[in-house]
């Protein structure tokens, strides 16, 4: 694609919003990494990695955003969009899919998405900015990289759902065909199901009757990324169904339901409990 001179400006603050804060947090390395690893440090450079790899996917959004935008002559100062059938690109601003709309791919730099009930989306990304998918609406993958996810009753994702920071909740029949993943912020399931495992790293973890298949996995902090505040708090909850190990690479407080089922727990001990709540 060609770029016009009147383009430039309009990528050049796109990036001042956004891009280059991920640039820089990407340049630095990670807060204790050595270039001699040791083999227990494998699995956290494994997480770094991971963690480097989603940001610079919303990096590659970020810059097709705004070349697309500055390509249209459309002002990357933006503002709040309106999807329509072929979908909303918009770069400082929120984008809003209404109620029944089948629309393409939507996506933002810096502000939320709203997919109302009943919508179709190809996928809906963001870099700073919420994502909420109302009841019985369908997309094909959500992400962000600071900011929650939200998916009322009834809602599908084919794909995964991620961010980085941020929290992840789905609502009652929920579901989520491919992997649900975030690396700072709680998660919380009711009556939902995941098709393609769990994973986090200081996210507290809340599930009630709920089905996952491929199991959960804390992975250990990197220093990419990440921050914690304690040990994660990880419920299973009454009615709940995990298929495939709960693996643990960091301390955590693991609660298990006695009226729930689980696969091998691995890196930690799980105290069961009675009742609907776990203890304190």
């Known amino acids: 694609m060609s770029v016009s001179r009147a383009t430039s400006p309009r990528i050049a603050a796109a990036a001042r919003c956004g891009i280059g804060r991920a640039l820089r947090l990407l340049c630095s390395r990670p807060q204790g990494e050595s270039p001699h690893r040791t083999q227990d440090g494998a699995v956290a450079a494994a997480s770094a990695r991971n963690s480097r790899g989603i940001v610079v996917k919303h990096l590659r959004i970020a810059l097709g955003v705004a070349l697309a935008a500055g390509a249209a002559g459309c002002d990357v100062g933006g503002g709040d969009v309106t999807a329509g059938a072929n979908g909303a690109s918009t770069v400082n601003g929120s984008v809003h899919v209404p109620a029944g709309l089948h629309s393409g791919k939507v996506d933002t730099v810096n502000g939320s998405i709203r997919i109302d009930e009943n919508a179709t989306v190809a996928s809906a990304s963001t870099v700073n900015g919420s994502i909420s998918l109302g009841a019985h609406a369908t997309a094909d993958s959500l992400d962000t990289v600071n900011g929650s996810i939200r998916l009322d009753s009834g809602a599908h994702v084919l794909r995964a ?120």
């Open 161 to 280: 759902v991620s961010t980085v920071n941020g929290r992840l909740t789905l609502a009652s029949a929920a579901e989520v065909g491919g992997q649900l993943r975030n690396v700072n912020g709680s998660i919380a399931l009711r009556d939902a199901h995941v098709a393609q495992g769990l994973r986090t790293v200081n996210g507290n973890i809340d599930v009630r009757g709920s089905h996952i298949e491929g199991g959960i996995v804390v992975e250990r902090s990197s220093g990419w990324f990440t921050w914690s505040f304690g040990l994660p708090r990880v419920v299973i909850g009454p009615g709940s169904v995990v298929q495939g190990d709960m693996r643990f690479e960091r301390r955590v407080h693991l609660f298990v339901s006695d009226q729930a089922t689980v696969g091998a727990v691995i890196g930690a001990t799980a105290q069961r409990f009675a009742g609907d709540s776990a203890p304190n």
